[in-house]
T-cell receptor, first 109, second 115 residues
Framework: GQNIDQPTEMTATEGAIVQINCTYQTSGFNGLFWYQQHAGEAPTFLSYNVLDGLEEKGRFSSFLSRSKGYSYLLLKELQMKDSASYLC??????????WGAGTKLIIKP | ETGVTQTPRHLVMGMTNKKSLKCEQHLGHNAMYWYKQSAKKPLELMFV???????ENNSVPSRFSPECPNSSHLFLHLHTLQPEDSALYLC??????????????FGPGTRLTVL
């Protein structure tokens, strides 16, 4: 079957760095997305990785290792507004996205 | 209005009621999706429409009935729901449902409570 694992919840301090991991076992792979979802709001796109390596976008970076079935989202200089759930999703075939349950990130002052 | 909109934002219904959720996208996309999001569970894909044709029905009970009259609008008709159907229902759209890269844009969701 298809499986995506993420930690359920993480806590970090304002101004610090946090890494949210995602591991996947899927029968196909055409890329991996990270989305951010604030409570009661729509998920919004953060990053897309299809090749191995690190993609940097401002304070957020995303890493992919296809051979290990592993990705992480790195958030630097954490701000209170970064408190949200972070969803990892794998593109299986043409369009099917398989989603992780999300990681709730709590930022403390 | 821009992006993906959904109405209503909140809905409370009894098990014998009939109601409909509406989704509209203003992005010129050709694919639209219904997802169910329950607490601490992964997003569950329910239905996919690509160029107004239904291409996916992930074993969804018949008490959920989708309708896609055009590329910009998507409905989810609800009848004789069960309490376990209470969840956040998210609509999303993407350029199409045939390309490998498929960034999906989400609406804010409808929080459904079935009594």
């Amino acid at each position: 079957g298809q499986n995506i694992d993420q930690p359920t919840e993480m806590t970090a301090t304002e101004g610090a760095i946090v890494q949210i991991n995602c591991t996947y076992q899927t029968s196909g792979f055409n890329g991996l997305f990270w989305y951010q979802q604030h409570a009661g709001e729509a998920p919004t796109f953060l990053s897309y990785n299809v090749l191995d390596g690190l993609e940097e976008k401002g304070r957020f970076s995303s890493f992919l290792s296809r051979s290990k079935g592993y990705s992480y989202l790195l958030l630097k200089e954490l701000q209170m507004k970064d408190s949200a759930s972070y969803l990892c999703a794998v593109i299986m075939g043409n369009y099917q996205l398989i989603w992780g349950a999300g990681t709730k990130l709590i930022i403390k002052p | 209005e821009t992006g993906v909109t959904q109405t209503p934002r909140h809905l409370v219904m009894g098990m014998t009621n009939k109601k409909s959720l509406k989704c509209e996208q203003h992005l010129g996309h050709n694919a639209m999706y219904w997802y169910k999001q329950s607490a601490k569970k992964p997003l569950e894909l329910m239905f996919v429409y690509n160029f107004k044709e239904q291409t996916e029905n992930n074993s969804v009970p018949s008490r959920f009935s989708p309708e896609c009259p055009n590329s910009s609008h998507l409905f989810l008709h609800l009848h004789t729901l069960q309490p376990e159907d209470s969840a956040l229902y998210l609509c999303a759209s993407s350029q199409d449902a045939t390309s490998g890269y498929n960034e999906q844009f989400f609406g804010p969701g409808t929080r459904l409570t079935v009594l």
